[in-house]
Each structure stands twice: as C-alpha cells, then as structure tokens.
C-alpha cells in the first residue's frame, strides 16, 4: 500500500494563490505536514472524476477519498503520519473551525463569485484556463450558480460596486454598447449597504480571531501548525494573495489585520519551506469524456492486476462451469433430438387435423 | 401646481355633476382579534397521544425561539399553531403577535427576528454588551458554536430525516433515504400552490454547496444535489462529541451563570434529535448522559411558560 502513490487532486492555481478554493489549500497544507515527500498534486477543473463530485479528492492505489474532513481522516490513519492535532483541545477546535469554514468562506466565496468584477478579471479566467474546449463554456457559470442559494441566504450576492467605471470593466467581448446604468436609486443604496454589512462581518469575523490568537504564532499557542491554523490560514492566503479588482474584503483584511497575515505567512513557511509537492503530471483526457457525467475513463483504463495462485483457481472453475453448461445443453439436443422432432411432428399433425373438423363442419352448414 | 392653466369653465361644470364623496372607514371583519398576552405562532407539536399535550414544535426554528423566550424569563406566553406558513411574515414560522402599547385593535406581529428586541423592551436589557456569557472569549466561541449547530448539525436534520421535518416542506412520499434530490416545483406545482413554503435548502447549509446529480460537466442541465449521507452523519457525530465535551458538567453552556441564547439553540436541536425517528440520530444523543440531563432540566423551563391559546381554532 505503502509504495503505491498518493496523489491529491485540486482546483488550479492563479497568480500566487495555491489554488482558487480554500479546502483544496487546506488539503495540501496537510497533506505536507502529516506525510510529506509522499504524495504529489494534481491540478484538475473536472470535479465530475472525484467520487462525490467535489474536489479535493484524494487517490491511494485504489482507495479513492474526497471532501476535506474524509481526507484528513484517512490521511491520519496511514502508517508513519504526524497526528496534526494530538488531542488538543478537540471539542472547541471542532466548532472554530466549523465557523472558519461557514462564515470565512462565505466571505471568501462573496469575494470570488458574487462581485462580477472580480469574477469575470480573476476567478472566471482562473477555471477556463484549465478547461478543454466545449467546458469552458458553461461550466464556470453553472459553479457560480451552485454557490449563489447560500450567498443570497447569507444577504452576500448582491454586492457588486455601483460605480459606473467599475461596470464598463465587466463588458465581455462580445458586447460593444455601453449599457446605461438603470439602477433605481433605492437598489444602489440598497447595494451600498449590502457592501458595508459584508465589510462589518469581515471586521467582526477577523477581530474575533485576532483575539484568539493575541500575540502567538499560532493558535492554541502551540510550536507547529494544528487543524484550526491549516484551514485559518488557506481561507487567509487566498484572500490575500488573489489580485482582486474589488478589493471590498480584501482591503478590510490587509489594512486592518496585519497579526493575521503573520499568521498566514509563518503557517506558509512552516508548511512549504522545506519542500514543494511535486505535481504528477496531469493527464490531458479528451474533453468528449467530460460530457459523461460518469466515471468511464477509468472503467476503460482498468489496470493489469497480478494473478495469483488462488486467481488461477477461480478462472479456471469459472470457464470450467461455463463449459459445462454449454455441453450440456449441446448433449441434451442431440440425444434426444428425435423426441423432441417426434413431439413438433405430432403437434402440427393435431393442428392440421382441427382444421379439417373445421372444414367440414363448415362444409355441412 | 401653480403653472398649469386652470380648468375652463364648460369642464368644469360638467366636472360639478360628479362630485367627490368622502366615505368614512369601513370596520373590516378580518382584523385579528385582540390578544391578552403575547401569542407565539407556531408549527405543530408533535402531539402523539391525545390526552398529552405538548405545546413543544416539532420544527427546530419555532423551537429554538419557544426556548429563547422561556429562558429570557417570560411566563405564560400563549402558542397557538392553526395558522400556516404562509400567513407568516416572509412566509416563515415563528411570529410572535403581542397586544400593542396603544390598546388598539390587532395587535403588533413580529417576525422571528425582531422578537430579542421586543423581550428587551419587556424584560429589560440586563444581558448586556456581552449577551449573558462569562467574557468576551466566551462570547466569542459562542458565536462557533452556533455556527457548528447552524451547519453540520442542521444538515444531518435536514437530510436525514426529510418526512418530519416541516421546514423543507418535502413530504414527497418517495423521498426516501436513497434519494437525495430536491427537484424544483413543476409547472402544475406552481399553478397549484402559488405561494409554496420557504424552505431553507441543503444547498445554502452545507459548506461548500453541493455539486448537481446530473455532474457539473455534462451537458445535462444542472438537477439536483449530490450529498453523501455518510459524511454528513459523520460530521453530526463529531459535531456532538464536541458538545457533550464542552458542556461538561456545566449548568448552562460555556459555564455562564445564566441561560443565554447559545443554550436555546443547543436545546431547541437536542430535543429534535432526542425526539427524531431516525434511529440513528437518536442513539448519537443518547449515548451522552450529560447532554440527555441537560435536556430534560432545560425542557422542564421551558415548558413551563408556555399555555395553549384559548380561541383559535384547531381543524
């Protein structure tokens, strides 16, 4: 088990960022800390190949283990892994980081996909990069949608700038006209204030932790990196390492929260220093396979399993019942074939005479 | 409108033949009738035998604030449960109707969120700045914790154990464990029922929102959620490990000296899993003595300022 390759697979990188989604840091960092040297990175845009749709995924011979929390679990009962967290105060570590994960990333995801200034100059070319052709098309905008039920449930989807320069940004290629701004002046200011609720919740958010973490390293005050930091940090890096162009939260982090780009930078450092996971090379599979929303590329590719002694035996058994069975059925009609020709002969015999009674009782009447 | 010209004399003559009447207002038989004590809006408890009334909700959002209430101090509030969900503010279930300052006719109602400023108003604003926990690194986590029970644990709720629960409104008759589908409502649906309940659906609980049935790739439209039931049974367990850990042997959560609204929320849940008829769930809870103990002396608080209101009616 242990020489068969562990390969992650996670969303690809843009600009400095790791990679465009916070889990799929997070996985890496802790993959790296608990067993580095031991798996590689592969960069994908198809999360129809991961087993629950979603990535990060991660592959082990023929384990396959996807969402984070299943990563890290599995990751922790390999043999000869660092236990990232001990038992380090685990009931208080579970809720921060649930709250991490609910309220920072949708923070981040506002950031990412309900500004259209950054999605259409960041996080859209970001996806499409990674695309083959006819993906590249729909995809992106369907991703968009599947976050957009819990940005509206949170009151983050309508917080595009209002400004009139930032909106001739956004013109796609094929639109040559300026769209006039036919904004009510109620829903500017009702975006307005949506831009400023989203900006006091960073502040709270960030201050919280600012607090928590006082004057440490990390959390908790401990020597190395734990769970808490690894999933604190990925949401940090990429808000801050994105070249946004609304930099709405972005700005309320880096002006006002420098403990907490500290922190993000020495949970980098400690993680990466030493070594980059080396990426496994990324295999360019024909885009008409995407369009099937099974997983028939690897059904087509199975692999050559060895066959054993026991093997052997089963195939043997197996051909050798189907055999039989084929025999058999051969046997049984040419031993009895005369039978059965005799019982045909003796049916259509009986028929034919029926219609006779039938012609003459026809012929009487 | 000094600048308009003025009426010429032939139209407005024929102008006199139809006069303006004034009416005076028309007393509308539809006025809600006036409430003594402030009266909870609710989904139905859950009632099984006849002759035992609870006057707990079956849905964990109206219980959760039936148990804000209760521990905030407020006796003999009244619950009644006859009007649906679509009589609700924003179609969403519980509204609290108290009897206005004025005396005049009706009364005030009060969707969910406005309701910590109305006790406020009553009880006073005795919690504070720091809303009844020990510190601010209290409060703090608090604000954790509820983000836990929002998430994960709301999730196990939601998805595994659709029939009962009222707030997703699915009482499809297929939906079974298996199927892990919320189809949007179909032209006839719509026709039929053109104000549906709001449900709060497992794309906008689970983080990251899950991926469509139909795969994300293919040039299937997009239908569907894909969740893992596993994983979401998993994180309910670790969710509720956590919780049994902090409490503890506590009296109230994070050792306050008082109830706060962390310990309405962690309630209102318990007693919908205690109570679920997924076994599963069940046991989760079950197997943590403190958090069982815990439950029962909360319930025992709670239901005792609730009464059932008099006059409405109970098809």
């Known amino acids: 088990m242990l020489s068969e390759t562990i390969v992650l697979s996670i969303w690809p990188p843009s600009a400095s960022a790791l990679s465009v989604e916070p889990a799929c840091v997070a996985a890496l960092f802790h993959l790296q800390l608990a067993i580095p040297g031991r798996f590689s990175v592969a960069y994908t845009a198809n999360p129809d190949q991961a087993p629950s749709g979603q990535l990060p995924y991660l592959t082990h011979g023929l384990h396959n283990v996807s969402s984070l929390t299943s990563i890290v679990h599995y990751v922790k009962n390999l043999p000869g892994a660092l236990d990232v967290d001990g038992s380090f105060q685990k009931a208080q570590s579970a809720a921060r980081i649930a709250h991490v994960q609910t309220t920072y990333g949708d923070l981040l995801t506002a950031m990412l996909y309900s500004i259209d200034t950054n999605w259409w100059n960041v996080t859209r070319p970001a996806i499409v990069s990674a695309l083959p052709v006819p993906q590249c098309y729909y995809v992106p905008e369907r991703l968009r949608n599947s976050y957009r039920p819990r940005l509206e449930a949170a009151e983050m989807w309508n917080i595009s700038s209002v400004d009139q320069d930032d909106k001739e940004n956004v013109m796609s290629a094929f639109r040559k006209d300026k769209r006039k701004n036919k904004q009510a002046e109620t829903q ?26 006082g004057e440490d390293r990390f959390f908790y005050s401990s020597e190395r990196p734990t769970s808490l930091d690894i999933i604190f940090a990925a949401h940090t890096h990429i808000l801050a390492q994105l070249p946004f162009t609304d930099n709405l939260l972005q700005s309320v982090l880096v002006h006002s929260f420098p403990t907490i780009l500290a922190h993000a930078r020495a949970v980098q450092s400690a993680i990466l220093e030493n070594a980059v996971p080396p990426i496994a090379r990324s295999n360019p599979s024909s885009s008409i396979m995407f369009l099937i929303p099974l997983r028939i590329s690897s059904l087509l590719r199975k692999p050559r399993v060895a066959h054993s002694v026991e093997d052997g035996r089963y195939t043997v058994a197996r051909w050798g019942w189907i055999s039989l069975a084929i025999t058999g059925v051969a046997l049984y009609f040419r031993l009895y074939r005369r039978e059965i020709r005799e019982a045909e002969y003796e049916e259509d015999v009986l028929v034919a005479h029926e219609e006779m009674l039938e012609e003459e009782d026809y012929e009487d009447e | ?145 509820v983000s836990l029970m ?58 990251p929102p899950p991926p469509p049935l139909t795969g994300i790739s293919s040039f299937i439209p997009p239908w569907g959620a894909r969740v893992d039931p596993a994983l979401v049974f998993t994180q309910y367990c670790e969710a509720i490990a956590a919780l049994s850990e902090r409490l503890g042997t506590d009296k109230w959560f994070l050792n306050s000296a008082a109830p706060t609204p962390l310990d309405a929320l962690v309630f209102a849940y318990l007693h919908c899993f205690l109570h679920s008829k997924d076994r599963a769930l069940r046991r989760e809870v079950y197997n943590r003595e403190n958090l069982v103990k815990w439950e029962l002396g909360v319930q025992s608080q709670v239901r005792a300022a609730f009464r059932r209101h008099a006059t409405a009616s109970y098809a």
């Open chain 1, 188 to 213: 500017r200011f009702k975006t307005v204030f949506a831009r400023d609720k989203a900006a006091q919740q960073a502040r709270e958010f960030l201050s919280i932790y600012e607090r928590f973490l």
């Open chain 2, 1 to 145: 409108m000094s600048t308009l010209p003025s009426i010429p004399k032939p139209l407005r003559q024929i102008f006199a033949l139809f006069p303006l009447h004034t009416h005076g207002p028309v007393a509308s038989p539809y006025t809600a009738s006036p409430v003594a004590a402030p009266t909870l809006w609710i989904h139905s408890p859950r009632n099984d035998n006849s002759d035992n009334e609870d006057l707990l909700s079956n849905d964990v959002e109206c219980l959760k604030w039936q148990a804000y209430l209760a521990l905030r101090g407020l006796s003999d509030v009244s619950v009644r449960w006859d009007v649906t969900q679509d009589g609700a503010i924003d179609g969403l279930l519980p509204n609290l109707h108290v009897p206005s300052k004025d005396g005049e006719q009706g009364g005030e109602l009060l969707p969910a969120h406005l309701i910590p400023g109305w006790v406020d108003g009553r009880v006073g604003d005795v919690l504070g700045e720091l809303e009844g926990y020990t510190d601010i690194a209290a409060r703090d986590e608090s604000r954790a914790w």
């Open chain 2, 150 to 207: 929002e998430g994960n644990v709301h999730a196990a709720l939601v998805r595994l154990f659709p029939r009962w629960n009222i707030v997703e409104g699915d009482l499809d008759a297929s939906f079974s464990f298996k199927m892990l589908s919320q189809p949007p409502p179909s032209v006839l649906d719509a026709i039929l029922t053109p104000f549906p309940a709001k449900k709060r659906s497992l794309a906008t609980v689970l983080t």
